[in-house]
Nanobody, 115 residues
Framework: VQLVESGGGLVQPGGSLRLSCAAS????????MSWYRQPPGKERELVGT????????NYADSVKGRFTISRDNTKNTVYLQMNNLKPEDTAVYYC?????????WGQGTQVTVSS
């Protein structure tokens, strides 16, 4: 199982970024996927989850209405669209999945929101 995030970077407050997580090594279309983030000096926290079909999503209260998770099962990729970014969104963002009771993480991608 391999998860590779991309798309992070430096953005000004109010800006947008789209993160991608490319998955391989497992049957992507039957697994829910999650995005987590770890702000500097803080614990890792759940951002949101999408079901295997993409038919349902849920989000942390802190990102509701600003972030959207989607997936393309033909490309084995899950996305995190982040709009109206705030300095408190600064973190390393990770995608995660669980397969046969084992949890897998990507290496993370840094998002910095600063003017």
């Amino acid at each position: 199982v391999q998860l590779v995030e991309s798309g992070g970077g430096l953005v000004q407050p109010g800006g947008s970024l789209r993160l991608s997580c490319a998955a391989s090594g497992f049957t992507f279309s039957i697994h829910a996927m999650s995005w987590y983030r770890q702000p500097p000096g803080k614990e890792r926290e759940l951002v949101g989850t999408i079901t295997n079909t993409g038919g349902s999503t849920n989000y942390a209260d802190s990102v509701k209405g600003r972030f959207t998770i989607s997936r393309d099962n033909t490309k084995n990729t899950v996305y995190l669209q982040m709009n109206n970014l705030k300095p408190e969104d600064t973190a390393v963002y990770y995608c995660r999945t669980t397969r046969l009771g084992v949890t897998y993480w990507g290496q993370g991608t840094q998002v910095t929101v600063s003017s």
